[in-house]
Each structure stands twice: as C-alpha cells, then as structure tokens.
C-alpha cells in the first residue's frame, strides 16, 4: 500500500513532538512533513531525523502563506496542533489572535489550493477553554454545550475563532478536537502564577501526552468512518483522570513527596471561578472511533512521571521539613507576581480582576484564610451518577442530525434568544441566515451553531459581557446562574480591551 503524507504543525511543542514520535514510529506506514519555525533549538532537537527519508522539515512561519503551501502541498492528512499557548498566550495576547487565526486561514487557503482539496483530511486541536468555566453544579459538558470563554483568555477567543474557520471552510473532511489539560513529565515543575488561577473546587478530565499522541496517529487511520469528520470531539483520558484541582494539586505535590497542598498555599490564593474544565459527559464518543487510551491508573501514572523528571525533582522530599518556610518564601511569592499573581490583584485593589476571577474584593476577602474552614468539594466522577447535569442544546437530540428541519432551527435559535431567518436548508454544514438577541444578524452553518455551541461572531468576545448575555439568552443562561448572581452587573468598560497590549518583557 502506498504510504500516507501526514503534516504536523506544532511538533516541538508537548502534544506535537509526542504526536510526531508516534507517527515516527509507525514511518512504514506514513511520510511525514513537520512545519517548524528555524530557531536553534529547533534545529538541534530535529537535527538527527533530518536525514530519514520518511521525514521532511518545512522550516517556516504558521503565519506565512508560501510556508504553509509548501508545508501542506502533497499531504493527506494535515494535523494542525501548533499555535501559541498559555503561558506565553496570557503575556502576549496580540501575537496570540494573530498567530493562532492567521494559521488556520492560511492551512484552508493551501488545502482548497491542492489539487484535489476533498482528499486532504484536516484535524484541529481545539481546547477545553472554549467553554470556560464549569464548576460544579454544572460540571458535566460535551461538544454543543455553549461557548463560553473566560475573562482575559485571548488564547481560547483566538481558538473559537480558529475553530469557526475550519467548520466554515467548505472542506469536506475537517474535524475539531478540543483538547483538555496535558498530563506529562515536565508539568511537574511548572511555577507560574497561572497556577493559581484555577479554583480548588473546579474540575478537568485530564488527558496523558501518550494518550494525545497515540490520538494524533490514530485518527490518520484507515478505519476511520466518514461519519466520523465535520464533527466536534472533547479530548479525554477517561475515567481515572477525572479530577478536582485539590485532587491534582494533591497527587502533584504527593509525586513530589512533598505533600499535601494544605502545607504549601493558603486556599484564598487561588480564584474561585473563571478559569476553565469540565468532565466529559460524552468524552467516550472519540475513544470509540480512535482507540487512542491507554487506560494507565492515575496514581500509577503520577508516579511515572515522578520516574521521568530531573534528579532536582526527585529529591524534592527532602524539602518536606521545610515546607512552612517553602510556603513563605517561594509559593506566596509566586501569588503576588505583578500583574497576574492573585494576591498582587487583591493588594492593589484590581477591580476588573477581582471582579472576574473572586466576585469583588468583598468575596475574596471572606474567602477563609485556612483550609480547615474551607470546604472541598469532590463530586461522583462517574457518567452514571445522578448528580450529573447535562444541558439543554434548544432542539431534540433524538433525531438523526442530518434530518433536522428549519423548524428544529427556529426552535434552537429562540432558545439562543435569537430567530433562525432561514427559509430553506440545504444541508447542515452550509451556512444559513441567523439573528441575535441584540439584532446583529450573521451566516453560519447549523453544525457549528448545534455541534459547536457557537454563535454570533460579531458579539465574540463575550466575556466583557457574560451579565447582560445571560439576561437573554436561556441557552447561555444554564452556565451562568449556576455560577453567578442575577443581580451581578458588569464592571468592564472598554479600558478593558486594554489587556490586548503587549506587556514589556522579554519575548518567551
């Protein structure tokens, strides 16, 4: 059989490079083609596959059209996992939306450029962060839930916008793979104060970088249905890897032998809402078409990673004694980081900020100062239980998607708060006429509206207005009050788009 020409963006990145290794594994079966920007580092991690003929090293820029044609020129699967993420995406916001949504306009214009566009299967690798927070009560997502980006993440705006790009893109094999938070070796000695950004009480269904490898190859397959493409998909590990943050703080700082996190934070360090994660109500849809699992125990994985990392972090136990002086000295330092450390927001008094990530100064400052006032929250993690919540998507999800009418539209739309303006529907992935509950009317397909859980791109970002949103449109309703007031009001102006400049700092 002849050999599939598989392009993978972002292969010196954690999910890319496993992605790569497992394809590099399987050369007999695929050619592959790396787009990688020239830097040294780069060049020197490459450098020993650049003589194996199954390899080839397009050295360029996502953002140069000519790279990416040559790039994607002659591939039969494109696998676009590159792109800027946090931390650098929440330092540099601009470059973000610029990188992120340029490649993907420049990755359609190169396949619909080929020859034989309708042969080139594309995959997308979406994130978690496009529906923001989803604490419990309303814990549970899957794909079609609302689009729901928190406040200050330009990284996920960037992302939504992405994703809109490919499903709009007439391709006739794209498919959107959200990926969730990666679990690998290094993430162990990640000491940013985005750390505390994340609610104790929140939750993410991990996924291992093997698993996301594995997935990258897998989805290259020949047993792959055609049913299975122009679809949204969310990207989990399953089960075991089900977690509270307190959970993942415990098994992180236990791997370490340093620990329980009461020893090392305060539990008014850490936000209480508008961060992102949720567990995968229909996460088992993907690993019946991919098979990409490999179903490791959690704690067993943990320890694995323990095995993987710098002798540093293996001595890390010895550091238990001092873990009083360690809390003082090194973690609450990280929480008062200017500008994006919690403690540094309450001490200056950051409306917006604190507004976004606590409520208002007024809750942070009832939040209790020690752990045993605070009470830990660790829902049933199983799909079965009946502490699950699914939302309502405004249409019946018993009828064959491709069977739904403009009726079925309507009702959907109205339940967005909008109108469906629609008089015939060609197909579901063909965009028809819509209208917002603020009057801003707009084209996008039925796919992306029911599948995706988007909506009017002109009222994107949403963040800057979650309250007034909320006040109108039920569908968006469900993720909100649960988490929020009805008497909440927004606090944000336009100074907030402020945050969009670049900070001075060096580049990451």
């Given at each position: 059989?002849?050999?599939?020409?598989?392009?993978?963006t972002?292969?010196?990145?954690?999910?890319?490079?496993?992605?790569f290794?497992?394809l590099?594994?399987?050369?007999?079966e695929?050619?592959?083609?790396?787009?990688?920007?020239?830097?040294?580092?780069?060049?020197?991690?490459?450098?020993?596959?650049?003589?194996d003929?199954?390899?080839?090293?397009?050295?360029g820029?996502l953002?140069?059209?000519?790279?990416?044609?040559?790039f994607?020129?002659?591939?039969?699967?494109?696998?676009?996992?590159?792109?800027?993420?946090?931390?650098?995406?929440?330092?540099?916001?601009v470059?973000?939306?610029?990188?992120?949504?340029t490649a993907?306009?420049n990755?359609?214009?190169?396949?619909?450029?080929q020859?034989?566009?309708?042969?080139?299967?594309?995959?997308?690798?979406?994130?978690?962060?496009?529906?923001?927070?989803?604490?419990?009560?309303?814990?549970?997502?899957?794909?079609?839930?609302?689009?729901?980006?928190?406040?200050?993440?330009?990284?996920?705006?960037?992302?939504?916008?992405?994703?809109?790009?490919?499903?709009?893109?007439?391709l006739?094999?794209w498919?959107?793979l959200r990926?969730?938070?990666?679990l690998?070796?290094?993430?162990?000695?990640?000491?940013?104060?985005?750390?505390y950004h994340?609610p104790?009480?929140?939750?993410?269904?991990?996924?291992?970088?093997?698993?996301?490898?594995?997935?990258l190859?897998?989805?290259?397959?020949?047993?792959?249905?055609?049913e299975?493409?122009?679809?949204?998909?969310?990207?989990?590990?399953?089960?075991?890897?089900?977690?509270?943050n307190?959970?993942?703080?415990?098994?992180i700082?236990?791997?370490?032998?340093?620990?329980?996190?009461?020893?090392?934070?305060?539990?008014?360090?850490?936000?209480?809402?508008?961060?992102h994660g949720q567990w995968?109500?229909?996460?088992?849809?993907?690993?019946?078409?991919?098979?990409?699992?490999a179903?490791?125990?959690?704690?067993?994985?943990?320890?694995?990673?323990m095995?993987?990392?710098?002798?540093?972090?293996?001595?890390?136990?010895?550091?238990?004694?001092?873990a009083?002086?360690?809390?003082?000295?090194?973690?609450?330092?990280?929480?008062?980081?200017?500008?994006?450390?919690?403690l540094?927001?309450?001490?200056?008094?950051?409306?917006?900020?604190?507004?976004?990530?606590?409520?208002?100064?007024?809750?942070?400052?009832?939040?209790p100062r020690?752990?045993?006032?605070?009470?830990?929250?660790?829902?049933?993690?199983?799909?079965s239980?009946?502490?699950?919540i699914l939302?309502?998507?405004?249409?019946?999800?018993?009828?064959p998607?491709?069977?739904l009418?403009?009726?079925?539209?309507?009702?959907?739309?109205?339940?967005?708060?909008?109108?469906?303006?629609?008089e015939?529907?060609t197909?579901?992935?063909?965009?028809?006429?819509?209208?917002?509950?603020?009057?801003?009317?707009?084209?996008?397909?039925?796919?992306?509206?029911?599948?995706?859980?988007h909506?009017?791109?002109?009222?994107?970002?949403?963040?800057?207005?979650?309250?007034?949103?909320?006040?109108?449109?039920?569908?968006?309703?469900?993720?909100?009050?649960?988490?929020?007031?009805?008497?909440?009001?927004n606090?944000?102006?336009?100074?907030?788009?402020?945050h969009?400049?670049e900070?001075?700092?060096?580049?990451?």
């Amino acid at each position: 059989m002849k050999k599939k020409t598989d392009a993978l963006t972002g292969a010196s990145g954690t999910m890319g490079f496993q992605g790569f290794l497992e394809l590099y594994s399987r050369k007999n079966e695929f050619n592959i083609v790396l787009l990688l920007r020239g830097s040294q580092k780069n060049r020197d991690r490459f450098s020993k596959y650049l003589s194996d003929s199954a390899v080839r090293i397009v050295w360029g820029d996502l953002k140069n059209y000519s790279d990416v044609l040559e790039f994607v020129t002659g591939a039969d699967y494109v696998l676009h996992v590159g792109g800027m993420v946090s931390p650098a995406a929440d330092y540099y916001p601009v470059s973000t939306l610029e990188t992120n949504i340029t490649a993907a306009q420049n990755i359609v214009a190169a396949v619909k450029a080929q020859p034989e566009p309708d042969a080139v299967k594309v995959v997308y690798i979406g994130t978690v962060a496009e529906t923001g927070d989803r604490n419990p009560p309303v814990h549970w997502g899957r794909t079609g839930d609302p689009i729901k980006i928190s406040v200050y993440d330009h990284y996920a705006i960037s992302k939504v916008k992405a994703e809109a790009i490919f499903a709009e893109s007439g391709l006739k094999y794209w498919v959107s793979l959200r990926q969730s938070g990666i679990l690998y070796p290094a993430i162990l000695k990640n000491m940013e104060p985005i750390m505390y950004h994340v609610p104790m009480n929140g939750v993410l269904e991990w996924a291992t970088v093997e698993d996301s490898g594995r997935l990258l190859a897998n989805v290259c397959g020949d047993d792959i249905p055609d049913e299975f493409w122009r679809r949204f998909y969310n990207i989990g590990s399953g089960e075991e890897y089900r977690l509270t943050n307190y959970e993942f703080e415990d098994l992180i700082l236990g791997t370490l032998g340093l620990g329980s996190p009461k020893k090392l934070f305060d539990p008014h360090w850490f936000t209480t809402q508008n961060f992102h994660g949720q567990w995968y109500y229909d996460g088992d849809v993907l690993e019946q078409y991919c098979h990409f699992r490999a179903n490791i125990p959690v704690k067993e994985y943990f320890k694995n990673m323990m095995n993987q990392v710098e002798a540093f972090y293996k001595l890390a136990f010895l550091a238990k004694p001092w873990a009083p002086i360690l809390k003082n000295a090194w973690m609450k330092k990280i929480a008062q980081t200017e500008e994006y450390g919690t403690l540094w927001w309450a001490e200056h008094n950051i409306p917006e900020r604190m507004h976004a990530y606590y409520g208002s100064l007024e809750q942070f400052n009832k939040l209790p100062r020690s752990w045993n006032a605070f009470d830990i929250i660790i829902p049933e993690k199983n799909t079965s239980s009946s502490e699950v919540i699914l939302l309502d998507h405004g249409y019946d999800e018993s009828k064959p998607f491709d069977s739904l009418t403009i009726e079925d539209l309507q009702k959907a739309a109205a339940f967005r708060g909008g109108e469906c303006l629609a008089e015939e529907l060609t197909d579901m992935y063909t965009p028809v006429k819509w209208k917002s509950a603020r009057g801003n009317e707009f084209e996008m397909s039925p796919n992306l509206v029911l599948r995706g859980g988007h909506w009017c791109p002109a009222e994107l970002p949403w963040p800057w207005d979650y309250d007034t949103e909320a006040k109108q449109n039920p569908f968006f309703a469900q993720v909100w009050y649960p988490l929020h007031s009805k008497d909440e009001q927004n606090v944000y102006g336009p100074e907030i788009f402020d945050h969009f400049k670049e900070p001075v700092k060096e580049q990451i």
